[in-house]
T-cell receptor
């Protein structure tokens, strides 16, 4: 069983829909990261969370430490949101820099 | 304030040649991480460096790969005698301190022919 699991693996939605991507982890973490990888390959760090909720534009990330679960939401989705979204956990028992990566969620937003 | 700069963006090498990948961290960031992404796979940690020090190279192949982060200049990931299996995207990230606020570069796509 992977230590960081994402769902769904693939998600196709229509423009304007509310998107939720989930991330569950089994390790104790010091922080959880959400990253976006565009079709061209570049990676953007979206959020780093250790508790609660963060918002940036149309993106919202939440984390429930007790349930070891995080979600990334996209409101009013747009075709330019099409990308792979990856969650990565910084293991509390590790040296705090080797991230444990989820497999990614490939999101396609159709116009 | 420029982000993490990686160059070249694309690199083609013949088998047996050397590949040098450069990463300039964000201004004020003293921690650099290299990750490799093989085709259709996730990112895998390779090495973590601070200025003039390799902190952890547990993800680096034992042979042909080396990394440095000198006092002046970019971090360099060096692959000697490249083989086809080295073809991948190599990403560099930097942070102001360990695991805090990673910023990724756009990556270098290495193709070995």
């Amino acid at each position: 069983k992977n230590e960081v699991e994402q769902s769904p693996q693939n998600l196709t939605a229509q423009e304007g829909e509310f998107i939720t991507i989930n991330c569950s982890y089994s390790v104790g973490i010091s922080a959880l990261h959400w990253l976006q990888q565009h079709p061209g390959g570049g990676i953007v760090s979206l959020f780093m969370l250790s508790s609660g909720k963060k918002k940036h534009g149309r993106l919202i990330a939440t984390i429930n430490i007790q349930e070891k679960h995080s979600s990334l939401h996209i409101t009013a989705s747009h075709p330019r949101d099409s990308a792979v979204y990856i969650c990565a956990a910084a293991d509390l028992m590790d040296s705090n820099y080797q991230l444990i990566w989820g497999a990614g969620t490939k999101l396609i937003i159709k116009p | 304030n420029a982000g993490v700069m990686q160059n070249p963006r694309h690199l083609v090498r013949r088998r047996g040649q050397e590949a040098r990948l450069r990463c300039s961290p964000m201004k004020g960031h003293s921690h650099v991480y290299w990750y490799r992404q093989l085709p259709e796979e996730g990112l895998k940690f390779m090495v973590y460096l601070q200025k003039e020090n390799i902190i952890d190279e547990s993800g680096m192949p034992k042979e042909r790969f080396s990394a440095e982060f000198p006092k002046e200049g970019p971090s360099i990931l060096r692959i000697q005698q490249v083989v086809r299996g080295d073809s991948a995207a190599y990403f560099c990230a930097s942070s102001p301190r360990s695991a805090l606020g990673y910023t990724f570069g756009s990556g270098t796509r290495l193709t070995v022919v």
